[in-house]
């Protein structure tokens, strides 16, 4: 199937931003992480740690960011368009969405070669991009019931008593590394699963032509090939 185009306003610079943040903060965190929890070499614990809490730091307040950000920019809502609306709108159920569900997992599962046209995001995509944000303050509230200057504090301490102590609490945040290393490999995957092109998170700034999609008529409408001629 031909691809619908894509514009760079399907993912304007500060989303750009916020999900390299992310990216690079992940691979930090698990990285230290996996330090913290098998110290293979010695020496190492300190630098380990502080770069741990750096990135916890960044990667808590870069969601918050995100967050704020879905309600004050805009985005394209749907691929194929320059058209813009609060990038909020993309995340939520949209009118284009609609009974996509099965379809969708049907194509995820191989039992549909093709997936169906619809808003920027397809429906289990909004349902993760909605669960990433849940698990980062999940995450950063295990990580802080951890960390000795804020472990002693009501808010993290009675979440530690109720687990049934720190070690307890090591195991969860240890398990939850392996959903965010889970995650990243199955997003990773399937953001290029149609070729390299759809990338377009990590090399945003790279527009190709392909079919254009009018979001308030919900179909194609032409295609655009950006001025460039077709081979
Ligand atoms: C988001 C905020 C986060 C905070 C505040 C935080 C905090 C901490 C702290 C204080 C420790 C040290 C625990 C100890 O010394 O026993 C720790 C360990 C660890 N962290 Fe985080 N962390 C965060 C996010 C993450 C993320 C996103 C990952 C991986 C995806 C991760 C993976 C780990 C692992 C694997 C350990 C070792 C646990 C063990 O000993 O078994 N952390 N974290
Ligand atoms: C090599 C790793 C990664 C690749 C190749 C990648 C690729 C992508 C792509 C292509 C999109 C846009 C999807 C679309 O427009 O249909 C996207 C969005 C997204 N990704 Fe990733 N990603 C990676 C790592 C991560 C990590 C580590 C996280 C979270 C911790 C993450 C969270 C998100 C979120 C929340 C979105 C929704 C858009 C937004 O945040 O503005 N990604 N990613």
Known sequence: MAHLAHYR??????????????LISMIV????????????????????????????????INCIVRVILAFVLESAPTGGTRKVEKDYKAWLPQKQNRHQLIPWIKYYLFIKKEHPLGGKYGNPQKLSYLLIPI??????YTGFCLWEPTSTIGFFAAGTELMGGLMAMRIIHYFMMWVFICFTMIHAYLANIEGFAPSKMIFAWKEHGGLVYDPDKGCIVGEDNLGQEKH
């Open 9 to 22: 306003e399907s993912h304007p610079l500060p989303f750009v931003i916020t999900h390299w943040t992310n």
């Open 135 to 140: 698990l980062i303050l999940f995450m950063g």
């Open 29 to 60: 965190l698990i990285l230290s992480g996996f330090y913290i929890h098998f110290p293979a070499f010695s020496n190492f614990m300190g630098i380990a740690r502080g770069a741990h809490m750096f990135f916890a730091f960044l990667i808590i």
